[in-house]
Nanobody, 123 residues
Framework: QVQLVESGGGEVQAGGSLRLSCAAS????????VGWFRQVPGQEREFVATINWKGDNTYVADSVKGRFTISRVNAKNTVYLQMNSLIPEDTALYYC????????????????WGQGTQVTVSS
């Protein structure tokens, strides 16, 4: 059974940092591209960042470029999202997702999803 579990969310003040983790079971994560997405109630799911299977290619959304970094440690079957200089607009439920195809920005390209972890940034 494939399972992805996010952790590391919480409430922080603007300008603070968080590191989100995505731990996988039921699949070898090194065979998958992994993406991070976020969603605010009443809005569509938004692309944040993605990383290829090896970790030598990444793409980050303009809205978080220079502040967020995606990385992976395949030996731990884990992908991370380092979030620095957080602003209130970053408040959302953050999801990780895995795809056996090429990494991309569209949610429908990722068949495996976690349950999400809440990030709240106060001003």
């Amino acid at each position: 059974q494939v399972q992805l579990v996010e952790s590391g969310g919480g409430e922080v003040q603007a300008g603070g940092s968080l590191r989100l983790s995505c731990a996988a079971s039921g699949l070898t994560l090194s065979n998958y591209a992994v993406g991070w997405f976020r969603q605010v109630p009443g809005q569509e799911r938004e692309f944040v960042a993605t990383i290829n299977w090896k970790g030598d290619n990444t793409y980050v959304a303009d809205s978080v470029k220079g502040r967020f970094t995606i990385s992976r440690v395949n030996a731990k079957n884990t992908v991370y999202l380092q979030m620095n200089s957080l602003i209130p607009e970053d408040t959302a439920l953050y999801y990780c997702a895995a795809s056996s195809s090429i990494y991309g920005t569209a949610p429908d390209a990722y068949p495996h999803w976690g349950q999400g972890t809440q990030v709240t940034v106060s001003s």
